[in-house]
């Protein structure tokens, strides 16, 4: 709670992630990725002895508990995604979320660079997440998903199956990773539905 919030939000500020809500075979696989330092928490630099402190029952406890955390069952205000205007007034680079949303659902095949897979491609409609590889990224913190999304680029983070993640954010620039997770944090979880 005192990273990640009592709610399990996350904290811009701090860079963690928001874990209430997660998909438990993701949570648990990032647990035991950290208790076997397969992954480095180079966030708060803790997640590596927590994981470790944790027997393998307990990583699967506290995934599944994490995992049934809905919004708003704590009698709080639901997450709404990160305050993009407070980070850019805190002087944090903000992308913007409507060329994000271009990138997340329909990818960047049709300009000049190297293209980009869709985002929906792997994890579903606005990042609502295909279990149990592919977690949810819609409604995650803006900071984090800049942060990992660069890690992947770089290879300071290589947990992802098969390098999937790698090989796409190499051909992000920061730019697209900014518009990307712009649009995602504040992503709903819900279609239009069909207006016909």
């Not at 990725?33 to 180079?42: G, P, S």
Request: charged share 25%.
């Amino acid at each position: 709670t005192s990273c990640h919030g009592e709610d399990g939000n996350g904290n811009d500020d701090m860079g963690t992630p928001r874990i209430a809500g997660q998909y438990a075979v993701f949570l648990r696989k990032q647990l035991e990725d950290f208790a076997t330092d397969k992954r480095k928490d180079e966030t708060m630099f803790v997640m590596n002895d927590n994981a470790k402190g944790l027997s393998a029952q307990d990583r699967t406890d506290v995934s599944t508990y994490l995992e049934s955390i809905s919004p708003g069952s704590n009698g709080k205000m639901t997450f709404a995604g990160s305050d993009l205007k407070a980070i850019a007034a805190n002087g944090g680079t903000v992308g913007l979320p409507h060329k994000g949303k271009t990138l997340v659902e329909w990818g960047s095949g049709a300009r000049d660079v190297t293209p980009v897979a869709a985002c929906r491609s792997c994890h579903g409609y606005n990042g609502r997440g295909a279990p149990p590889i592919y977690p949810r990224i819609g409604g995650q913190r803006y900071v984090y998903l800049v942060n990992q999304l660069k890690k992947w680029r770089d290879g300071t983070r290589s947990n992802d199956p098969m390098g999937q993640m790698q090989a796409i954010a190499r051909k992000m620039s920061d730019e697209d990773i900014n518009n990307a997770a712009a649009y995602l944090t504040n992503a709903s979880d819900y279609t239009g539905g069909n207006f016909r």
